[in-house]
């Protein structure tokens, strides 16, 4: 009887155990199309409000519809579809079903919200100022694949490309994207006629990354700090300590010619806190160096609970 109730709460935790796992797996699938889909709208706002009235190319596969759309004329959001669906066919087996899901439902999204904005509500251009177009236009699309990104889509064929070419050469994906970007800025200048507006692509380029890289990992709030000196620096550490409220690395070790002990402070603070720890550096030990460099992104217990 006794073994009977213990198997029976077993199974009861169980069950709870994947009810809560279960439950959790859907709420993150739910942020995720959440994502997915306010990615899909800020990116087609950015393509019909301000860079295809203007001309000026995205990178990738929607710089080519939006480049096609001025040939062919068809609608932004099908050239989008069609160029981008059979790439994601022919990938599935590099990307993996789950991503070329997510992916095939974010190009089909962004199609569609290209064709109702354009076609349905007839957003006016926002801006005929190229400047203003370009650097906003950048950063809309950078927004909205920054969140397809942060839920684990693919916004166009560009990365699903640069993809297939890794495994099959020994080339990087940042490598296959920038000869794809500079391809799509050539033919821009070429059909329409102008260096200018290649030139602006290639503004809408960088900033479409910027924002990517600021959307998936932060603005960097927090900078890593190297402290090196041939002075013991335990007194500095406790300083840094108790002065600017942060906790680090104490590393003991040699130089390079194993001449000399060497002592290094490896520690993170906050940009605004910088000042002060250069500061109290100096008093202490002017022979010290610091090396500093930005914290794109910081994981852990600690620096989650911040």
């Not at 992916?103 to 349905?120: G, K, M, N, Q, R």
């Not at 050469?169 to 102008?194: E, M, Q």
Request: hydrophobic share 50%; proline share 2%.
């Amino acid at each position: 009887m006794y073994l009977k109730s213990l198997v029976s709460i077993q199974i009861l935790m169980d069950c709870f155990n994947f009810a809560a796992l279960y439950a959790y797996e859907m709420k993150k699938e739910f942020f995720n199309y959440t994502y997915i889909i306010i990615g899909c709208a800020f990116m087609a706002f950015g393509v019909v409000g301000l860079l295809s009235p203007n001309s000026i190319a995205m990178g990738g596969t929607g710089g080519l519809a939006i480049i096609f759309n001025s040939i062919f004329k068809l609608s932004i959001g099908i050239l989008f579809a069609m160029i981008n669906i059979p790439l994601l066919l022919v990938s599935i087996k590099y990307l993996g079903k789950y991503f070329a899901l997510k992916s095939t439902i974010a190009i089909l999204l962004t199609s569609l919200f290209i064709d109702v904005l354009s076609e349905f509500v007839q957003l006016p251009a926002l801006s005929k100022e190229p400047l203003l177009a370009t650097l906003y236009g950048g950063v809309a699309v950078g927004t909205g694949i920054g969140f397809i990104f942060k839920g684990g889509g693919s916004a166009g064929g560009g990365t699903i490309i640069a993809r297939i070419v890794t495994t099959k050469t020994s080339l990087k994906t940042g490598t296959v994207i920038l000869i794809l970007d500079t391809v799509v800025v050539i033919t821009c200048g070429i059909v329409f006629n102008s260096i200018e507006l290649a030139l602006w692509s290639m503004i809408s380029i960088f900033t479409t990354t910027k924002m990517i890289d600021m959307i998936l990992t932060g603005r960097p709030n927090e900078r890593v700090i190297h402290i090196s000196s041939c002075n013991s620096l335990e007194p500095i550490g406790l300083l840094i300590n108790e002065k600017i409220g942060v906790s680090g690395t104490l590393v003991k070790g040699n130089n390079l010619g194993l001449t000399e002990n060497k002592d290094m402070i490896f520690v993170t603070v906050p940009a605004n806190r910088l000042n002060a720890l250069k500061q109290l550096i100096n008093a202490e030990d002017a022979t010290a160096k610091m090396i500093v460099m930005d914290a794109s992104e910081l994981l852990g217990t600690q620096f989650l609970k911040k």
